[in-house]
């Protein structure tokens, strides 16, 4: 399927021109999504809340989400070759370009990662940010639509090093069939392999890409590596990039402590608490 992002699983509203669009490809990114919606809602934007999801999550699991406004789209997996499938699937990308840094959950399928660019599809919108499931909005960001295409943060959360690469995980884009149409064509080039697969096409793609303030995807591994970029006061959102905050006693948890117990509290009340009560890196978890 290529004209089309997918059926959508109940009637839009009017678009509103600017939308945060996210990627549900199971129950577990359906909860991430959730989540994220509350917190989109309780900063009182004013753009849509789009989800796209693959045709694998019944409707059952996203109730929830439709309860919360957020437009369902239904999308494919991209037409790509056999071979390009094959060289994406979850072990081949695992084993060639293994996580050393932190471990991905059970349930994260590279292939799935592409399904991202179906955003370029959605072109009753003039601009869009993407936000991955996994991450929480601290604060009113719709700002970001002003930004040009393609905006997105660096992928900091070790050293300074990271400043050179983006992290897909939170970025802006001008949806257009003839920018998907390229995407197409690129993406399944003869032995195209992408180590972090949309992210590492994404930055190929856009070489130019301007780059957002850390806080706007700021990655929760900077909590205990780089504790002296952490400002309650600034950053607008926090992405639980590898463990996820609903898993159960993941690897780093007691570590991140502080962190999911402020997922947890606005997966319980749909708000958020006071950010200046909460604990500064060192001082709890």
């Given at each position: 399927?290529t004209?089309?992002?997918g059926?959508e699983?109940?009637?839009a509203?009017?678009?509103?021109?600017r939308?945060?669009?996210?990627l549900?490809?199971?129950?577990?990114?359906?909860?991430?999504?959730?989540v994220l919606?509350?917190?989109l809602?309780f900063?009182?934007?004013?753009?849509?809340?789009v989800?796209?999801?693959t045709g694998?999550?019944?409707?059952?699991?996203?109730?929830?989400?439709?309860?919360l406004?957020?437009?369902?789209?239904?999308?494919d997996?991209l037409?790509?070759?056999?071979?390009?499938?094959?060289r994406?699937a979850?072990?081949?990308?695992?084993?060639?370009?293994?996580?050393?840094?932190?471990?991905?959950?059970d349930?994260?399928?590279?292939?799935?990662?592409?399904c991202?660019?179906?955003?370029w599809?959605?072109?009753?919108?003039?601009?869009?940010?993407?936000?991955?499931?996994d991450?929480?909005?601290?604060?009113n960001?719709?700002?970001?639509?002003d930004?040009?295409?393609?905006?997105?943060?660096p992928?900091v959360?070790e050293?300074?090093?990271?400043?050179?690469?983006?992290n897909?995980?939170?970025?802006v884009?001008?949806?257009?069939?003839?920018?998907?149409?390229r995407?197409?064509?690129r993406?399944?080039?003869?032995?195209?392999f992408?180590?972090?697969t949309?992210?590492?096409?994404?930055?190929?793609?856009?070489?130019?890409?301007h780059?957002?303030?850390?806080?706007?995807?700021?990655?929760?591994?900077?909590w205990?590596?780089?504790?002296?970029?952490?400002?309650?006061?600034?950053i607008?959102?926090?992405?639980?990039?590898?463990?996820k905050?609903?898993?159960?006693?993941h690897?780093?948890?007691?570590?991140?402590?502080p962190?999911?117990?402020l997922?947890?509290?606005v997966?319980r009340?749909?708000?958020?608490?006071?950010?200046?009560?909460l604990?500064?890196?060192?001082?709890?978890?």
């Amino acid at each position: 399927m290529t004209g089309r992002p997918g059926a959508e699983t109940r009637a839009a509203p009017p678009p509103a021109g600017r939308a945060f669009v996210t990627l549900v490809t199971n129950a577990d990114y359906a909860l991430g999504a959730k989540v994220l919606a509350q917190s989109l809602r309780f900063t009182a934007t004013s753009a849509d809340i789009v989800i796209l999801h693959t045709g694998g999550v019944d409707a059952t699991t996203l109730a929830p989400l439709e309860a919360l406004e957020c437009r369902l789209v239904e999308v494919d997996h991209l037409p790509l070759s056999d071979a390009f499938n094959a060289r994406h699937a979850r072990k081949a990308v695992h084993g060639a370009a293994p996580f050393a840094k932190g471990r991905k959950p059970d349930f994260h399928t590279p292939l799935d990662n592409f399904c991202k660019l179906r955003l370029w599809q959605l072109e009753e919108y003039n601009a869009c940010v993407f936000i991955d499931a996994d991450a929480l909005v601290l604060r009113n960001i719709d700002r970001l639509f002003d930004y040009p295409e393609f905006s997105a943060a660096p992928n900091v959360y070790e050293g300074l090093a990271d400043f050179h690469r983006l992290n897909s995980g939170v970025f802006v884009a001008k949806p257009s069939a003839k920018t998907f149409g390229r995407m197409l064509e690129r993406l399944d080039e003869p032995d195209a392999f992408w180590r972090r697969t949309d992210q590492s096409f994404l930055e190929t793609f856009f070489p130019d890409w301007h780059g957002l303030p850390v806080f706007m995807n700021m990655l929760q591994y900077v909590w205990f590596n780089l504790p002296e970029l952490w400002d309650w006061n600034s950053i607008s959102i926090l992405h639980y990039q590898y463990e996820k905050p609903w898993e159960e006693n993941h690897p780093k948890a007691e570590r991140l402590r502080p962190l999911i117990e402020l997922w947890n509290f606005v997966h319980r009340n749909g708000k958020l608490p006071d950010l200046s009560t909460l604990p500064r890196p060192g001082s709890a978890g």
